[in-house]
């Protein structure tokens, strides 16, 4: 069965860094480009970065880059994402995906499925 699971989410305070991490069972996380999401209450599903299987190429949306990085371990099957200098509209809960076709580059929801089932940040003083 192919499963993602998402963990490391919590509480944090403005400024405060936080590492999220992705995990797979059931395949090979590394045959996959991987990103990463978040949804904030009453917002649409937003793309945070991304991965290549390919040359571990990231990909970053202009509201996280400098801030956020994405890496993979492959010898835990896991993708990370860390979070620095976190920010109150940094607040969501935060998915992982696998991506297919040609746009998942993008950050585009449409080219991912095999979705987590997320976990929550939020950050708050």
């Known amino acids: 069965q192919v499963q993602l699971v998402e963990s490391g989410g919590g509480l944090v305070q403005p400024g405060g860094t936080l590492r999220l991490s992705c995990t797979a069972s059931?395949?090979?996380?590394?045959?996959?480009?991987i990103g990463w999401f978040r949804q904030a209450p009453g917002k649409e599903r937003e793309g945070v970065s991304a991965i290549s299987s390919f040359d571990g190429s990231t990909y970053y949306a202009d509201s996280v880059k400098d801030r956020f990085a994405i890496s993979r371990d492959d010898s835990q099957n896991t993708v990370y994402l860390h979070m620095s200098h976190l920010q109150p509209e940094d607040t969501a809960i935060y998915f992982c995906?696998?991506?297919?076709?040609?746009?998942?580059?993008?950050?585009?929801?449409?080219?991912?499925?095999?979705w987590g089932q997320g976990t929550q940040v939020t950050v708050s003083s």
């Open positions: 059931g395949f090979t996380l590394n045959h996959y480009a």
């Open positions: 995906a696998t991506g297919f076709g040609k746009d998942w580059r993008d950050l585009i929801a449409t080219w991912y499925d095999h």
